[in-house]
């Protein structure tokens, strides 16, 4: 069983907007503190978001005012909503989540292509 699972990725248009969801077990949930990162084409995985286990938040400079990072505690989900997509946005999404044990999990990243 894959213990973090990415959704939400597809084709959108550039402007459009989208909406990733990582879910993880409560286990690995709890107290934790997660990240979106993304793997563009030919790049190395670079920190889009992080929220902390306190709900503080941090971005990219690249995507600050056109992302939020969430999280719903009640769904053991953290949430990534991108409005505003550029061409540049394109990539790999993965989520990883800092369990309060210290243990890292990912999962196993979610495409988004923003393309006209």
């Known amino acids: 069983q894959v213990p973090v699972v990415e959704s939400g990725g597809g084709l959108v248009q550039p402007g459009g907007s989208l909406r990733l969801s990582c879910a993880a077990s409560r286990s690995i949930f709890s107290n934790s503190a997660a990240g979106w990162y993304l793997q563009a084409p030919g790049k190395q995985r670079e920190l889009v978001a992080r929220?902390?286990?306190?709900?503080?938040?941090t971005y990219a400079d690249s995507m600050k005012g056109r992302f939020t990072i969430s999280r719903d505690n009640a769904k053991n989900t953290v949430y990534l909503q991108m409005n505003s997509l550029k061409s540049e946005d394109t990539g790999v999404y993965y989520c990883?989540?800092?369990?309060?044990?210290?243990?890292?999990?990912w999962g196993q990243g979610t495409q988004v292509t923003v393309s006209s």
């Open positions: 929220i902390s286990r306190y709900d503080g938040t």
């Open positions: 990883r989540i800092e369990s309060a044990s210290g243990n890292v999990y």
